[in-house]
DNA sequence: TTTACGCAATT
DNA sequence: TCAATTGCGTAAAT
């Protein structure tokens, strides 16, 4: 390894990082400053540095940049680099302000007219290391790699974004390519680079590449005995040798350079505080400022000898009779962070940490814990407590009191970007690196922390989270947060521990018949092209429709032309006559239904526990309106329209000791919402009024008595009503109402004449979003759009459409969310045997114990109508049976 | 084995 | 060219 009293010299491919931290960024939506200006590139660079700084330690700093995307080596080869797309807009100008940045910190930033980043690198390694320094290259260009040796190791991107540097030297580079570092240039040079549009020798891979380096040594010396090369291989080899060659003269990088400064000039100074906050607070980075500033106190932190890094403390393995001492002895404002430990599925201890101290409880000791765990006076912070909650419960341990989830609280702040892991929220809130085990690491680095130390974690980052929350900007987030979100969490714990019965007998039944239909159908598709062909290939069924049968084009998808079931009723329609066409198309459709069906009671079966009964996950933060999503299995997507379909829902069932189902669901909850917020007195009056609502407001638009409204009529306006909320144009209108553009265009006229305040809500959603860069529920829970300005035509519309319907949709996900809390809490009150199993945006499904249904009903029907006071009236509409189907009203 | 895409199910 | 999801199968990339 290398020699700690060596200063250690970092130098950075400036270009390159900053390219790939705006690509990993971007999409992400957040860096964009008031007046446009994207930061992606700068934030995603910076972030990295300062990473780089406190990991590394460096005693000097430089970062190279090309000047341009040409040098001498376009001058060699015109189409070196070609074939990159143009640099998205939103790029260019960072690397400027990237430069201030620098400048601003004291960071020297070297260029060099006609060589590239990656030239000055070698030469400042070169002399580096010929003037004792320990050098690390941290580069996207793996061309760099030829410059490892002894005292050059490279930190390399790895695949996705700039988080994740692995560490190149000597031996890691020979363990993934086969070839020593200095010889590396000789197998890229053979195989190519994609990057930079360098063909390789073709059938060539690394594999070959390397073995023939490992023979003969050099391009020119495997050129040299090419003759002796068999096979296809060899043949390429001989016929594009001047590849090689070219490849080889490009790829070498120069390393006496003739630079304006030297390794000695890249000594670490102090920002310039001044500059620095001109800079990055003219940016809108002021997490950024502060971090940055901050480095001065860490470096002389260093150099004092003191800690630059917060140090985990130590674990204490707990005896049940010492629990109670430790507990006694913590302080901390936020409640102790928790991890249930769980080994392959199984309950196995619990990690508790506050700030300064932390503790595991294996299993055998957990019962000195108990009492703690079930106060409810006691708050605790976990990191996905759901699943904790389950985990502990499942294992005797009831956990109350406040339950705290930093996942949650994320995902309220940005729901576009929830973490996926503790890890990874780590990373965004402390911008720090937790150990994970990850067995694709290159490098075998620390090993994963426990469940106590991992209790650090959670506190800390439920510390920097609860920060941001408390802020008065966050105000109406945070009481989401505490009146809705965290109650809610251990509700939807006992919802998915108890899960529903399902008659397994139903499905499986169900199931035979779909299979032989399916096969009837398969068949007939055949007969009817006179060959087979996969079903359920997109890219197969083109070359049937539209080559084979001579089918006219339909809408195009990025890889050709639709297949869906739309497109497919659409040609349908075309073909005047009965003929092997229809007959093909309509076999194809019926088959697509059954296997579909059948695909999607597979899965539920294999989904029934040891209990019989189906225990979905709920994501609380799921969607980004507020809703909450299913998966593992989803059932909120159970099918309903068809009647083949609906039958799946009569496998749900009521379980062993209970009555039936009780199904409630509020009517129209999304009109009633835009009926409250729009304040359209007509729109208000029809709910008022309790009329059938399609029919009143198409008696308003088509000017007839509501008894002269047609049913052609109310499914217009009801097309019509539901597609406003989602920003529905006269086009998509058009399409779904199989009317002309014109006729839809006039009826949406026709609609708004009449119910003009609902457009004007609409429009000033939308309005106040791009103002205000969020939109915002009635309860107060926000979303970002970033989007909403975007010079991107397709972006800004999308954000456009999502940004009128977030509040809709976000306000009837709260009141469902409210209504969920009071039933539940009402339940417990009243001391029902009776359950709650089942959430699907807008109805809830209950088991009704014995003798329980007048009381239930009474509850859910309360708490669902009065969880919000609107303008209209929130009605519920109640079902009862023996299964969910039946329960339906 | 992982990733992108098309398709389809719900509210 | 209609919002929010989950999830399957195919085909291509690895």
Request: hydrophobic share 40%; glycine share 8%; net charge negative.
């Given at each position: 390894?290398s020699?700690p009293?060596?200063?250690?010299?970092?130098i950075?491919d400036g270009?390159?990082?900053?390219?790939?931290?705006?690509?990993a960024?971007?999409?992400?939506?957040n860096?964009?400053?008031?007046?446009?200006?994207?930061?992606e590139?700068?934030?995603?660079?910076?972030?990295m540095?300062?990473?780089?700084?406190?990991?590394?330690e460096?005693?000097?700093l430089?970062?190279a940049?090309?000047?341009?995307r040409?040098?001498?080596?376009?001058?060699e080869?015109?189409?070196?680099?070609?074939?990159?797309?143009?640099?998205p807009?939103?790029?260019?100008?960072?690397?400027?302000?990237?430069?201030?940045?620098?400048?601003a910190?004291?960071?020297?930033?070297?260029?060099?007219?006609?060589?590239?980043?990656?030239?000055i690198?070698a030469?400042?390694?070169?002399?580096?290391?010929?003037?004792g320094?320990?050098?690390?290259v941290?580069?996207?260009?793996?061309?760099?790699?030829?410059l490892?040796?002894?005292d050059?190791?490279?930190?390399?991107?790895?695949?996705?974004?700039?988080?994740?540097?692995?560490?190149?030297?000597?031996?890691?580079v020979?363990?993934?390519?086969?070839?020593?570092?200095?010889?590396?240039p000789?197998?890229a040079?053979?195989?190519?680079?994609?990057?930079?549009?360098?063909p390789?020798?073709?059938?060539?891979?690394?594999?070959?590449?390397?073995k023939?380096?490992?023979?003969w040594?050099?391009?020119e010396?495997?050129?040299?005995?090419?003759?002796?090369?068999?096979?296809?291989?060899?043949?390429?080899?001989?016929?594009?040798?001047?590849?090689?060659?070219?490849?080889?003269?490009l790829?070498?990088?120069?390393?006496?350079?003739?630079?304006?400064?030297?390794?000695a000039d890249?000594?670490?100074?102090?920002?310039?505080?001044?500059?620095?906050r001109?800079?990055?607070?003219?940016l809108?980075?002021?997490?950024?400022?502060?971090?940055?500033?901050?480095?001065?106190?860490?470096?002389a932190?260093?150099a004092?000898?003191?800690?630059s890094?917060i140090?985990?403390?130590?674990?204490l393995?707990?005896?049940?009779?010492?629990?109670?001492?430790w507990?006694?002895?913590?302080?901390t404002?936020?409640?102790?962070?928790?991890?249930?430990?769980?080994?392959?599925?199984?309950?196995?201890?619990i990690g508790?940490?506050?700030?300064s101290?932390?503790a595991?409880?294996?299993a055998?000791?957990v019962d000195?814990?108990?009492?703690?765990?079930?106060?409810e006076t006691?708050?605790?912070?976990?990191?996905?407590?759901k699943?904790?909650?389950?985990?502990?419960?499942?294992?005797?341990?009831?956990?109350?009191?406040?339950?705290?989830?930093?996942?949650?609280?994320?995902g309220?702040?940005?729901?576009?970007?929830?973490?996926?892991s503790?890890?990874?929220?780590v990373l965004?809130?402390?911008?720090e690196?937790?150990?994970?085990?990850?067995?694709?690491?290159?490098?075998p680095?620390v090993?994963?922390?426990?469940?106590?130390?991992?209790?650090?974690?959670v506190?800390?980052?439920?510390?920097?989270?609860?920060?941001?929350?408390?802020?008065?900007?966050?105000?109406?987030?945070?009481?989401?947060?505490?009146?809705?979100?965290?109650?809610?969490?251990?509700?939807l714990?006992?919802?998915?521990?108890?899960?529903?019965?399902?008659?397994?007998?139903?499905?499986?039944?169900?199931r035979e018949?779909?299979?032989q239909?399916?096969?009837?159908y398969?068949?007939a598709?055949?007969?009817?092209?006179g060959?087979?062909?996969?079903?359920?290939?997109?890219?197969q069924?083109?070359?049937?429709?539209?080559d084979?049968l001579?089918?006219?084009?339909?809408?195009?998808?990025?890889?050709?032309?639709?297949?869906d079931?739309d497109?497919?009723a659409d040609?349908?329609?075309?073909?005047?006559?009965?003929?092997?066409g229809?007959?093909?198309l309509?076999?194809?459709?019926?088959h697509?239904?059954?296997t579909?069906?059948k695909?999607?009671?597979?899965?539920?079966?294999?989904?029934?526990a040891a209990?019989?009964?189906i225990?979905?996950?709920?994501d609380q933060?799921?969607?980004?309106?507020?809703?909450i999503?299913?998966?593992?299995?989803?059932?909120?997507n159970i099918?309903?329209?068809?009647?083949e379909?609906?039958?799946?829902?009569?496998a749900?069932?009521s379980?062993?000791?209970?009555?039936?189902?009780?199904?409630?669901?509020?009517s129209?909850?999304?009109?009633?919402?835009?009926?409250?917020l729009?304040?359209?007195?007509?729109?208000?009056?029809?709910?008022?009024?309790?009329?059938?609502?399609?029919?009143?407001?198409?008696?308003?638009?088509?000017g007839v008595a509501?008894?002269?409204?047609t049913?052609?009529?109310?499914?217009?306006v009801?097309a019509m009503?539901?597609?406003?909320?989602?920003?529905?144009?006269p086009?998509?209108?058009?399409?779904q109402?199989?009317?002309?553009?014109?006729?839809?265009?006039?009826l949406?006229?026709?609609?708004?004449?009449?119910f003009g305040?609902?457009?004007?809500?609409?429009?000033?959603v939308?309005?106040?979003?791009k103002?205000?860069?969020y939109?915002?529920?009635?309860f107060?829970?926000?979303?970002?759009?970033?989007?909403?300005?975007s010079?991107?035509?397709?972006?800004?519309?999308n954000?456009e459409?999502?940004?009128?319907n977030?509040?809709?949709?976000?306000?009837?996900?709260?009141i469902?969310?409210?209504?969920?809390l009071?039933?539940a809490?009402?339940?417990a009150?009243?001391?029902?045997?009776s359950?709650?199993?089942?959430?699907v945006?807008?109805e809830l499904?209950?088991?009704i114990?014995p003798g329980e249904?007048e009381?239930?009903?009474?509850i859910v029907?309360?708490?669902m109508?009065t969880?919000a006071?609107?303008?209209?009236?929130?009605?519920?509409?109640i079902?009862r049976?023996?299964?969910w189907?039946?329960?339906?009203?």
């Amino acid at each position: 390894m290398s020699d700690p009293q060596k200063p250690t010299l970092m130098i950075i491919d400036g270009h390159s990082l900053a390219f790939r931290a705006f690509f990993a960024l971007v999409q992400t939506g957040n860096f964009i400053t008031d007046d446009g200006q994207h930061t992606e590139a700068v934030y995603g660079f910076l972030s990295m540095m300062l990473r780089l700084l406190k990991d590394e330690e460096p005693t000097h700093l430089g970062v190279a940049f090309d000047v341009s995307r040409t040098s001498f080596r376009t001058a060699e080869y015109a189409e070196y680099k070609e074939g990159r797309g143009e640099t998205p807009p939103e790029f260019s100008g960072q690397v400027g302000l990237l430069q201030n940045a620098l400048t601003a910190m004291n960071v020297p930033w070297i260029t060099k007219d006609d060589y590239e980043a990656d030239d000055i690198l070698a030469t400042l390694a070169a002399q580096g290391a010929a003037q004792g320094y320990r050098v690390l290259v941290v580069s996207g260009d793996r061309d760099s790699f030829q410059l490892i040796d002894d005292d050059v190791t490279v930190l390399y991107p790895s695949a996705m974004g700039v988080t994740a540097l692995k560490r190149y030297d000597a031996d890691a580079v020979f363990e993934k390519y086969k070839v020593w570092p200095h010889q590396y240039p000789e197998l890229a040079a053979l195989v190519g680079e994609k990057a930079d549009n360098l063909p390789g020798i073709d059938k060539v891979g690394p594999v070959t590449a390397a073995k023939w380096i490992a023979q003969w040594g050099t391009v020119e010396e495997i050129l040299a005995h090419a003759d002796e090369i068999k096979g296809v291989a060899g043949s390429n080899l001989r016929e594009q040798s001047e590849r090689a060659r070219r490849n080889r003269r490009l790829n070498a990088l120069v390393r006496d350079l003739d630079l304006p400064l030297a390794p000695a000039d890249l000594e670490r100074r102090g920002v310039d505080a001044t500059a620095v906050r001109e800079v990055l607070g003219g940016l809108q980075m002021r997490t950024m400022l502060d971090r940055v500033l901050k480095l001065d106190d860490a470096e002389a932190a260093v150099a004092s000898g003191a800690e630059s890094r917060i140090a985990a403390p130590d674990v204490l393995t707990l005896a049940a009779s010492e629990v109670d001492a430790w507990l006694a002895a913590q302080h901390t404002p936020l409640g102790l962070g928790v991890v249930v430990d769980t080994v392959d599925g199984e309950f196995a201890g619990i990690g508790l940490s506050s700030a300064s101290a932390s503790a595991y409880i294996p299993a055998e000791n957990v019962d000195g814990l108990r009492s703690w765990l079930a106060d409810e006076t006691t708050s605790k912070v976990f990191f996905d407590a759901k699943r904790q909650l389950k985990a502990s419960e499942r294992a005797g341990l009831a956990i109350r009191g406040a339950v705290n989830d930093t996942r949650v609280m994320a995902g309220l702040l940005n729901p576009s970007r929830v973490p996926a892991s503790l890890a990874d929220q780590v990373l965004s809130a402390l911008e720090e690196s937790m150990p994970v085990s990850d067995p694709n690491q290159l490098v075998p680095e620390v090993p994963p922390v426990g469940a106590g130390t991992e209790a650090w974690f959670v506190l800390r980052v439920a510390d920097a989270v609860t920060t941001t929350l408390a802020t008065e900007a966050n105000a109406g987030t945070r009481r989401v947060h505490d009146e809705i979100e965290r109650p809610l969490t251990p509700v939807l714990a006992q919802m998915e521990l108890t899960g529903v019965a399902i008659d397994a007998g139903v499905l499986a039944r169900q199931r035979e018949v779909l299979e032989q239909g399916a096969d009837t159908y398969r068949t007939a598709a055949f007969a009817a092209i006179g060959h087979e062909v996969n079903l359920g290939s997109p890219k197969q069924l083109q070359t049937v429709l539209f080559d084979e049968l001579g089918l006219p084009p339909t809408r195009k998808t990025k890889t050709g032309y639709s297949t869906d079931a739309d497109s497919l009723a659409d040609l349908l329609e075309k073909i005047e006559e009965e003929n092997e066409g229809s007959i093909f198309l309509q076999s194809l459709l019926k088959h697509r239904d059954a296997t579909k069906l059948k695909q999607m009671i597979e899965t539920l079966e294999k989904s029934i526990a040891a209990d019989g009964r189906i225990h979905t996950t709920y994501d609380q933060v799921g969607a980004a309106t507020g809703r909450i999503s299913s998966n593992d299995p989803n059932l909120q997507n159970i099918p309903v329209r068809s009647d083949e379909g609906r039958r799946i829902r009569s496998a749900f069932v009521s379980g062993e000791g209970f009555e039936s189902l009780l199904t409630a669901d509020y009517s129209q909850i999304e009109m009633r919402i835009m009926a409250h917020l729009s304040g359209d007195a007509g729109l208000i009056e029809a709910f008022r009024a309790g009329e059938d609502l399609h029919r009143y407001v198409g008696s308003h638009v088509f000017g007839v008595a509501p008894e002269d409204v047609t049913a052609a009529m109310r499914n217009k306006v009801k097309a019509m009503s539901y597609g406003l909320a989602y920003g529905l144009g006269p086009f998509g209108l058009a399409k779904q109402l199989r009317i002309s553009q014109a006729e839809a265009k006039q009826l949406m006229a026709d609609y708004f004449e009449r119910f003009g305040r609902v457009r004007d809500y609409l429009r000033d959603v939308v309005q106040q979003a791009k103002s205000d860069g969020y939109t915002e529920t009635i309860f107060g829970r926000r979303r970002p759009f970033p989007d909403l300005n975007s010079p991107n035509r397709v972006l800004r519309d999308n954000a456009e459409r999502a940004a009128l319907n977030s509040p809709i949709q976000g306000s009837a996900a709260d009141i469902m969310k409210i209504a969920m809390l009071g039933v539940a809490s009402d339940m417990a009150d009243a001391g029902l045997g009776s359950r709650m199993l089942l959430q699907v945006h807008d109805e809830l499904i209950f088991e009704i114990a014995p003798g329980e249904q007048e009381k239930l009903e009474e509850i859910v029907t309360r708490r669902m109508s009065t969880a919000a006071t609107l303008d209209v009236p929130l009605t519920v509409q109640i079902g009862r049976g023996p299964d969910w189907d039946a329960a339906a009203h």
